[in-house]
Structure formats: structure tokens, C-alpha cells
């Protein structure tokens, strides 16, 4: 669906008398694959919008080539704006005219007849959970309303590939939750191929098969959230024990499973350590301490957040990288995402946290009132 | 074929929202009527000394120019809005040609001209100006030509600078000189000899002298000619000027 090579992006920015070069977008390289979705996720200013903006033809690379939905962006603009949706950052529908009339002309823009245009905008409204809405002004609806219009304009001639960028910036939780839930439906019932760019971390975990990071302009990373979590830090095992005498027993059996990377920490009454693919070998930890007479309180199994692996990938914290800090209310710690509290009985059975892509493993912060924020703003 | 269809939405979905504000509606109506009854009266005495023959056959045609010249400098003030709220983004994903985007929007600006113009060449006519139909319509026309180029470019300057602040002043600055060195209100022809000269490199003096010489039914003569020849230049100047900013609308 998407091939780039090598995009650039310069613009030139005065700053008084100053001229600079700004190099928006340094080198991108990315594929997409039919009915991928994919997580597009990076810091403010990292060069998310512009990339988009090259691939949606809205933008003349400075170098390199792209080809989007089968054609060249730069050769047969025209071919490829046809096939895509995008719903820019600032929406699309104008706040003082009505919301129909916008999602009619839009789609008529496109070549297509009005009462075509008119059946799909109202059945889309009606997916969309937009009911009654069609003579409103968006001025007047909610911010998730509002966004759930943009998306009905950009899939109203019913594109096989749509970009979105930053979809729930700047809504409420529900409103989120609400609006992952269709995005997700995009995919899975219209097998439309999503593209998606978000600086928050539990976005990307929740509704990408694959995830690309970039910072600078330039892509630092690509994978399944799995793989990248794997590939950077381990799962993160924690034993809590009722007796504090055996923590240094406890502390050498556990360092058995780390793969040198990473080391055992001893606080209170809790050991704590990295360990690779825990799934697997923690249930055996499990029965050797159960077996030499440890007792255990607690254990909990955390799979690694997108946070760990920005801050492998880049030396910070995809937070610090963002100059305006954090500034929406949710707590702005990193996602504890599938964290599973395992209970010593239950472990020696079944394993609860599987090998990624384990049955748990993949498990997302549930959507909800309750999901943590990884706001990045 | 699809290229009309094309302007003709972005024409519809522009008319729609300006009708649904009577302001600009009532404003338009009014201001050639304003014009007219309020400055003509002040002509009428002077007129013998512009060497013409009829106030209102002098008059009519610079208030036409006027009011296509500086209505259609501000028509690029909502194009602004429009891009702040992603409407010019999205409009520029769909496959509709880049012209047309523009175009649909000059529609509405002349429209708009056209009904200013009836009313008032109708109430020229009221107050007893005297014109043949083939003038007047020729008139019109370069008048139309000249409002399209300054809508377009309007437009244009909407979409270079993105902020009202920037273009208001930019703005203010085009106009002076248009009206004071383009005969709208008076003749050059009454001023020193350096004045007139200065006047004429304004493009658009010689438009008005234009749809003057056409209104006095004076149709094969110079003026009409480069009157003319001044509009369409100006116009597709102002049309690929505006086009190249919808294609290129870098931010
Ligand atoms: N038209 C422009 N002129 C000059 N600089 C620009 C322009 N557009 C973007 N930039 C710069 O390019 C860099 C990348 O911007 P971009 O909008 O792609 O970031 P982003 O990843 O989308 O950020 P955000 O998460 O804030 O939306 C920034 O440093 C920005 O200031
Ligand atoms: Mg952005």
C-alpha cells in the first residue's frame, strides 16, 4: 500500500535574520502492507504531519520517491488521492456550515453522483455513531463527535488506504475508547488499511498491528509493539516475599533467568529484575522457590512499555523528548499495560504471561474511563 | 466538462454559506446604493468641468470598478478561516483540480458583483444616466474581469501569509494607490501633468477609462481597447498566481 524511500522534507524558516534549514523529515523509509494497520508514533515536531503530507500528495518531497496505493505520489497525484482518505490534524468540515452538507460536497468532489454521496454519508453517520447529526454545525457538537465527523469525510468515497493523523488529540477518555473502537472496525470490517500517527503510547499499543517510530525525521524503529518490547528490555518480574530473610535466595535464583543486560534489584520486600520472555521461564522460578520453601505475597509479570523502548532506542524518554511537557491531567506515567498480577497457585499451573505474542502479552490497556494516559503533551 | 462540475460545488458550498449571513448579503445590496445617492449628488455640479456629459454615465461606471476592485480584495479574509479549520487540506485531497478549488470561490465574488452591478446600472438609469445596453454589458464585463483578478489574487495573498494580520495591512497598502491613482472617483484627466502620468502605470486606470468609454457607448475605441487587454492580463495573472498557491500551500 505504502512505499517510501529515502523521503526528505526541508523547509526554510527565518528566525529575525537568520535563515535556517529545517530538515522536517530526514531520510524515511517505511512499507505498509495491505490491511495493516500501523502506529506512526513519535515526539512533537518529530516529523509525523510532514510525512503524511508527502504521502497524501499535499506536499512535494525534497528528495526521495513514494508510492501510495499503487502510484507514484509525485507522477499521478491525482491516481493516489483518489484511493486515500486523510484526516488531518485539524479536521476538514467547516465549524459554521452543516455537517452533511460538508460530508456531500467532499464526496462530491470526488466525482460521485449526490444521492450516492448522500446514502454512504448517512449510513457512515449511522456507523459512526453520529445519529441525528446531519444538520448540526460542527461548531456545535462535541470534540469526539467533531472527530468522528472528519473520519466519516475521509471515508466517504470509500478509500482503501486512510492516513489519520493524531484521530483522538484532544478528547476525553470515553471519547477515545469510543473512537478506537471504530477505528479498529475500519480495519476489520470495511478491510480498509489505516495509517496513523499518535504521540500517545497506549494508542499506538491499542490499534496498530505494527508500530513505526520516528524522532528527527528519521524512523528509529519499526515492529509489532511485541517485538519491539521483546527486542529492547525483557519483561520486568517482580516477587514480593513474605519473608524478608530469604530475599538474597530469592535475588540469586531470579538472576538466573537475566541475560546480562540487565540486573537484579533488591527494595523492601520485593526483587525485581528484566527478564527476557518471562512467560517461559518464570513458572519454573515459580516451582523451584515454592519447592526450597520461599514463600511468596505477590508476583507480577510486566510486559515493557513503548516508553522503554523509545528510551532504549533514543537515550530519553519519548516525554523529555517533548519540549512542551506534559500538560493534559491523566497521570502522565508510562502505561502499565498488561500487567499481570499472577498469584503463586495459579502460576504453577497455567502461565498467565505467555512468550510475545502470548495470550496476555498482547492484551492493550483496556479502553475505558479507567485507561491510564500516556499523554505526551 | 468535470472541471465545471467541480467549481460549481466549491461555488454552491461558498454561496451557501455566505447567504446563510445576512450581513454580507444586506451590505452588498446596500453599498452601491449608498455610493450613489450619497456621493453622486456631489458630482452633479462638477461635471462640466471632467468634460463630460452626464454625472451619472461618468459616475456609474467608476462605482462599478470600485466596488469590483475592493469587495474582491477582501474576499480572500474568509479563505482564511477556511484553511485554519483543515477546510482548504481537505479540499486539496480530493482529486478535483487545483483551478477549480480556486475558481468555485471567484464564482461566488462575482456573483456578487453581477447583482452589485444591476442595481446599480437600474438605479443609474433611475437618476437618469443614459448608456446603450451593448455598453453597459460590455462594461460589465471588463469589470467582472477585473473583480475575478482581484479576488483571485486576494486569495492568493490569503493563502501565502495565513493570518489576517499579515494581509490586512498588505492589503490596505494595494488599495491606496488604486484609489487615488486610478480615476475612480475622479478624472485623472482635472490633475497636474506628473499626476496624470503617475497614473498612467496603474493597470487598473486604464480599466476604468475603459468601461467608461464602453458605458458612453464609445465601444471601438483605444480606451475600450486597452481597457481590455489590461483586464484579461490581470485576470490570468491573477488566476495562475492563485492556482499556484492552491497547489503548492505549503504548511
Ligand atoms: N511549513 C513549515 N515551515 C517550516 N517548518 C515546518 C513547517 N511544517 C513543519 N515544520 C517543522 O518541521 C518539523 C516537523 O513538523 P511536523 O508537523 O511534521 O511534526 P509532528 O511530528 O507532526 O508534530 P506534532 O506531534 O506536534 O503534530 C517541526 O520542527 C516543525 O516546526
Ligand atoms: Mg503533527
Known sequence: MIHARGLVQTFDTRQGRVRTQVRAVDGVDLDVAEGEVVGFLGPNGAGKTTTLRMLTTLLRPTAGSATVAGHDVVAEPVQVRRAIGYVSQAGGAFSGARAGDEVVDHGMLYGLPRDVVEQRGKALFERMDLPGLWARMPRSMSGGQKRRLDIVMGLIHEPQLVFLDEPTTGLDPQARANLWEHIRDLRDRLGVTVFLTTHYLDEADALSDRIVIIDHGRIVASDTADALKAQVAGDLVDLELVDRDRLADAAQRLATLVDGRSEVEVVDHHVRARVPRAGRSVPGLIRDLDRVGIGLESIEVRRPTLDDVFLSLTGRSLRDADAAGPQEGGPTTALDEAAVPVTPGTATGTPTAGPPPGPTATGSTTPGPTTTQGALR | ?251
Not at chain 2, 497598502?173 to 496624470?196: D, F, H, K, R
Request: hydrophobic share 60%.
Open chain 2, 1 to 251: 466538462m468535470t472541471f465545471m462540475r467541480e467549481s460549481f460545488i466549491v461555488f454552491r458550498r461558498q454561496l451557501r454559506m455566505n447567504l446563510r449571513n445576512p450581513a454580507w448579503v444586506i451590505i452588498g445590496m446596500l453599498q452601491p446604493v449608498l455610493y450613489l445617492l450619497l456621493f453622486g449628488p456631489l458630482l452633479e455640479p462638477l461635471i462640466d468641468q471632467f468634460g463630460a456629459q452626464n454625472a451619472y454615465t461618468f459616475f456609474v461606471p467608476g462605482m462599478l470598478v470600485q466596488l469590483g476592485v475592493f469587495g474582491a480584495f477582501f474576499a480572500g479574509f474568509s479563505l482564511i478561516g477556511e484553511w485554519r479549520e483543515g477546510v482548504i487540506e481537505a479540499e486539496r485531497v480530493t482529486p478535483a483540480s487545483r483551478t477549480a478549488l480556486l475558481v468555485g470561490r471567484l464564482y461566488r465574488d462575482l456573483l456578487q458583483l453581477l447583482v452589485q452591478a444591476v442595481i446599480l446600472v437600474a438605479l443609474g438609469f433611475a437618476l437618469g444616466m443614459v448608456a446603450s445596453a451593448e455598453g453597459i454589458l460590455l462594461g460589465v464585463l471588463l469589470t467582472l474581469l477585473l473583480g475575478g483578478a482581484c479576488a483571485a489574487a486576494s486569495n492568493a495573498l490569503a493563502l501565502s501569509t495565513k493570518s489576517e494580520d499579515v494581509m490586512a495591512p498588505v492589503i490596505n497598502m494595494v488599495m491606496m494607490p488604486v484609489l487615488l491613482l486610478s480615476g475612480i472617483l475622479l478624472p485623472m484627466t482635472i490633475g497636474p501633468a506628473w499626476l496624470e502620468r503617475a497614473s498612467d502605470f496603474m493597470p487598473i486606470r486604464h480599466v476604468v477609462d475603459g468601461v467608461r468609454a464602453s458605458f458612453v457607448g464609445d465601444l471601438g475605441g483605444s480606451a475600450v481597447l486597452w481597457g481590455g487587454v489590461w483586464a484579461l492580463v490581470l485576470f490570468a495573472l491573477a488566476i495562475w498566481w492563485g492556482t499556484a498557491t492552491f497547489r503548492k500551500e505549503n504548511a
